[in-house]
């Protein structure tokens, strides 16, 4: 019985340490799973950056800033009225990002009369913070966005190209790179968030 006894007690030691082995070894995956997981996450959140190129969005963002694009924005949502966006226009690899804001998302309907933008037959929230715009392009006549399109303009309005101009249009969601949520300011270089503004509220 005593040596029995004993290959038992052995026995379950065995298993005991193999049990704690197995465990250990589990975590240590988990914790290296994780640990690339939050990686990929922060790469893909703020490891891609660009350059802003003309005075197009100004006075919000100005020609040669460095900003920051958040891809995961739009993996679980959709682009919001008030959006800065980073887009290659159609998908053209070989230019350089554009930079927009969003100002109509899917089923909104457009138009671009006497300088001023009209969403759904309203004038657009802080009109008055925009110049007239002197060419209306393809939203001279009402332009209804289909699903997943995107209706992008500067803020300079009279700077640039964007929706308005034929060779982009409304902005498909599929070419949208990312939000613009980060820039780096040319005075003190320092970090800025880039925020939605009042006229996100609409939508």
Same mark, same amino acid.
């Given at each position: 019985? *005593?040596?029995? /006894?004993? +290959?038992?007690n052995f026995?379950?030691?065995r298993?005991?340490?193999?049990? $704690?082995? =197995? ?7 988990? +914790?290296i ?7 990929? &996450?922060?790469v893909?959140?703020?490891?891609? !950056?660009t350059?802003?190129?003309g005075?197009?969005m ?12 958040? !891809? =995961? ?5 959709? #682009?919001r009225? %008030? ?7 159609n998908?053209n ?12 998302? #899917? ?6 009369a006497?300088?001023? &933008?009209?969403?759904n ?6 009109a ?6 002197e ?5 001279? /006549? ?8 995107? =209706?992008?303009? *500067? ?10 101009? +034929?060779?982009?249009g #409304?902005? /498909?969601?599929?070419?949208i790179? %990312?939000?613009?949520?980060f820039?780096?300011t !040319?005075?003190?270089?320092?970090? %800025?968030?880039i *925020?939605? *503004?009042v006229?996100? $509220?609409r939508?």
């Amino acid at each position: 019985m *005593g040596r029995r /006894n004993q +290959g038992l007690n052995f026995r379950r030691k065995r298993n005991k340490i193999e049990s $704690e082995s =197995f465990v250990e070894a589990i975590r240590y995956l988990f +914790g290296i799973v994780a640990a690339v997981a939050l990686a990929l &996450l922060v790469v893909y959140n703020w490891g891609h !950056k660009t350059s802003v190129i003309g005075s197009s969005m100004e006075t919000a963002l100005y020609n040669g800033q460095t900003i920051y694009i958040s !891809k =995961f924005s739009y993996l679980l949502s959709k #682009p919001r009225v %008030g959006d800065i966006v980073v887009f290659l226009p159609n998908g053209n690899e070989h230019t350089h990002y554009y930079v927009k804001r969003v100002v109509a998302v #899917p089923g909104d309907t457009v138009q671009i009369a006497g300088g001023r &933008l009209y969403i759904n037959d309203k004038p657009e929230e802080d009109a008055d913070k925009y110049d007239l715009m002197e060419d209306a392009g393809v939203a001279e /006549n009402p332009l209804t966005l289909k699903e997943d399109e995107y =209706f992008v303009l *500067g803020d300079n309005r009279n700077n640039g190209e964007d929706s308005r101009s +034929g060779n982009i249009g #409304p902005l /498909n969601k599929s070419l949208i790179e %990312g939000r613009a949520w980060f820039k780096l300011t !040319k005075e003190d270089s320092k970090f %800025g968030y880039i *925020g939605r *503004g009042v006229r996100s $509220e609409r939508r």
